[in-house]
């Protein structure tokens, strides 16, 4: 198993910063991606960026200016930095791990086969 824990989140006003950490430990070998997702109320979940074990990102389209991703090997800490933050991006923000190919749209797609978190709550108010 592996296991994983958010934290970070919180309120903020629009254009404040924030950054989510995931603490990731268990079996990580088992897994080759990991990303960051969130769900709004009423919404889907999207994935909206992923990173892979050699440390290759990519961000979905839609926040590409303004979130970055990145893991620490060392502390076991993946980390989404989101920056000039709007009301649209509240939601529920949740780190997951999966043996896929890494990509947004693989991601994107990720239920069970993975490994999830409990998730840390964005609010954005303006």
């Known amino acids: 198993q592996v296991q994983l824990v958010e934290s970070g989140g919180g309120s903020v006003q629009t254009g404040g910063s924030l950054r989510l950490s995931c603490a990731y430990s268990?079996?990580?070998?088992?897994?080759?991606?990991m990303g960051w997702f969130r769900q709004a109320p009423g919404k889907e979940r999207e994935a909206v960026a992923v990173?892979?074990?050699?440390?290759?990102?990519s961000t979905a389209e839609s926040v590409k200016e303004r979130f970055t991703i990145s893991k620490d090997s060392r502390k076991n800490i993946l980390y989404l930095h989101v920056d000039s933050l709007k009301p649209e991006d509240t939601a529920m923000y949740y780190c997951a791990a999966a043996f896929v190919r890494c990509t947004i749209t693989t991601m994107s797609g990720l239920g069970r086969s993975g490994y999830w978190g409990q998730g840390t709550q964005v609010t954005v108010s303006s």
């Open positions: 990173i892979d074990n050699g440390g290759f990102a």
């Open positions: 268990g079996e990580t070998w088992k897994t080759n991606c």
